[in-house]
């Protein structure tokens, strides 16, 4: 291992965290509880959104699912409503698999270790050893961005976190600062420094139990720390989508095949030309998604007859629905947004 005597001794500084943590740890509902199922739903909520915004979709996604078996047993549009807001409805879709998953091939009880629980349906590393070692007491580092930024900076240590080796390493290296027993405690200790303390810009070195080792924080060069490379590549992608609006009614469908939004619904993404009556405006809307630029144009048509309204629906199996109606759904995040603009439009 670089820059590091092979046998050094780094347990007082997992230690230095515990003893933080026991002090200024988030009090957090999920923090109560040791139920595996309640764990990795939290797990992965939070995964791509802050624990305040996504702290109220936790509370009523555990109400109304409270276990495996009311999460394998439900419509898919219903988990997906219950999702709506948290965007990325892949993990949505994930968690419902996994959960029937465990009831086929688990009796509808969750795993109880690493290798089973990494097996389920959109369940990675990350989330397998943070399950594991809360739930279960097993000793893995949950590595994910928080670990690579506390344990770059306090060793000064410029490995390279776009390569894919780096999750060895530095899991290698948080190994060597968890206490034994603590393996839990010591992965939410270290998310809530690098979520509040040592966060990716401004860090509060003055409020952290590691300051006195940290080596970064000696040496002035906290903001050098994690080395990432390579760059996440960006594609731009285009779009049409014909908001078809007849009176309050407009035509919406379910999106099945392999797409970035597959099992929301969408409006049209083609018209056929002999049955386009007028147009009256185009609407481009940018959005950005984790690793696309979306340029969206919305072609507002409104037919002027009824039958014109429903050889348009029938044209591609388009469902009507009202615009009350339509909100009932689970759209992507700037559909969503184009339909709330015309239901507030005077
Ligand atoms: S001293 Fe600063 S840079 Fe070092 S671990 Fe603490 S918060 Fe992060």
């Known amino acids: ?70 999460l394998a047993a439900a419509e898919t549009d219903e988990v997906l409503l219950y999702w709506k807001g948290l965007g990325y409805y892949s993990r949505a879709l994930n968690l419902q698999k996994a959960a029937v998953q465990i009831m086929t091939e688990f009796g509808g009880v969750f795993p109880d270790n690493y290798n089973d629980i990494l097996s389920l349906r959109g369940v ?6 943070a399950v594991s070692s809360i ?39 948080a190994l060597r600062l968890m206490p034994p027993g603590e393996a839990g405690t010591f992965n939410e200790a270290v998310m809530d420094l690098g979520s509040e303390i040592c966060r990716p810009r401004n860090p509060l ?30 594609k731009e992608l285009k779009l049409t989508y014909y908001f078809v609006r ?12 392999d ?10 993404d083609e018209v056929p030309v002999n049955l386009l009556p007028v147009v009256m405006e185009t609407n481009t809307v940018y959005h950005k998604l984790s690793h696309r630029n ?4 919305f072609v507002d048509v409104f037919p002027e007859k009824r039958t014109e309204f429903e050889a348009l629906a029938q044209a591609g199996s388009y469902q009507i629905v009202t615009l009350e109606q339509s909100l009932l759904h689970s759209f992507p995040k700037p559909l969503e947004n184009y339909i709330a603009a015309q239901v507030a439009r005077p």
């Open 135 to 173: 739930c279960f007491g097993m000793h893995i580092p949950a590595v994910d961005g928080n670990f690579y930024r506390v344990l770059s900076r306090v060793f000064a240590d410029d490995t390279d976190i776009s390569h894919s080796s780096s999750f060895a390493y530095f899991s290698e290296l």
């Open 259 to 268: 797409h970035i939004w597959k099992k929301l619904y969408e409006f049209p």
């Open 246 to 257: 007849f009176g309050n009614e407009i035509l919406i469908r379910r999106r099945a095949e």
């Open 205 to 234: 070195c003055d409020q952290c139990p590691l300051q006195k080792d940290c080596r970064a924080f000696q040496l002035g060069r906290t903001a050098e720390f994690p080395v990432k490379t390579k760059k996440t590549a960006v």
């Open 124 to 129: 990675g590393p990350y989330t397998a050893a």
């Open 294 to 297: 979306l340029s969206i144009d």
């Open 1 to 70: 291992m670089k820059n590091y005597k092979q046998n050094a001794d780094f347990l007082y500084l997992g230690k230095a965290l515990l003893a933080w943590y026991g002090i200024y740890g988030r009090d957090l509902p999920f923090r109560k509880t040791k139920d595996p199922y309640k764990i990795w739903i939290c797990e992965i909520i939070f995964q791509q959104t802050r624990i305040q915004q996504g702290l109220d979709h936790y509370n009523k996604f555990i109400e109304r699912f409270p276990d495996v078996a009311s």
